[in-house]
């Protein structure tokens, strides 16, 4: 029987890195490190995690100078307020290795801004922020915003003034963080539920600062090519 459609894979492209993760998992369940029923939970528990906690943790606590106190003091204690538990909820009831840990929330001044990275890997406060976006894994980003934090920011549409000190944060297997910014102008009698709308995740990171208006993640700018590859030769 011809065929003249084929029907479309289910994916693009396998990477090795999936392959590894199918092959480690298949280990582990046989070994009976963990079971087929705990990694599907931990799967679709991970698929109900995003940003609007951390988000949400900020509102509390540009309204509420007692709560920011609490939330720079002690990040997990904080993260209670808005949902999360570090130690109880997660499904295995004892957190992971991975990801229970010291959550670090820092603070923004008008003359301090910080920004987050894993230079080793891709740590990422998960249970409080959700996945992290790809570019946040990327060897470029971690290499650059160590070296040029100014250059990098600007790069992703945030231009500080030559007085803002920018502090880069290194995340690891036990501290993560979350970047608290500076409450911006025009929110004044804002409600907790309209501040958490601007809080973006990228905000959160440290990459883009919160304005009123504002409620998407931003788009990487792409800039022309200075020198176009030319097609042909
Ligand atoms: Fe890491």
Redesign the pocket.
Known sequence: MAEKHKPAPMVDEVSDFEILEVAVRELAIEKGLFTAEDHQRWTEYMETLSPIPAARLVAKAWLDPEYKKLAVEDGIKASLAVGIDWVNSMPTHFGTPSDYCNLRVMEDTPTLKHVVV?T?????PRPILGQSPEWYRTPNYRRRIVRWPRQVLSEFGLQLPADVEIRVVD???KTRYIVLPVRPEGTEGWTEDQLTEIVTRDCLIGVAAPRPGKTQNDKRPVHPAVHPVQHGH
Do not use: D
């Open positions: 894993c080793l890997c891709s740590c990422y995340s690891n297997q």
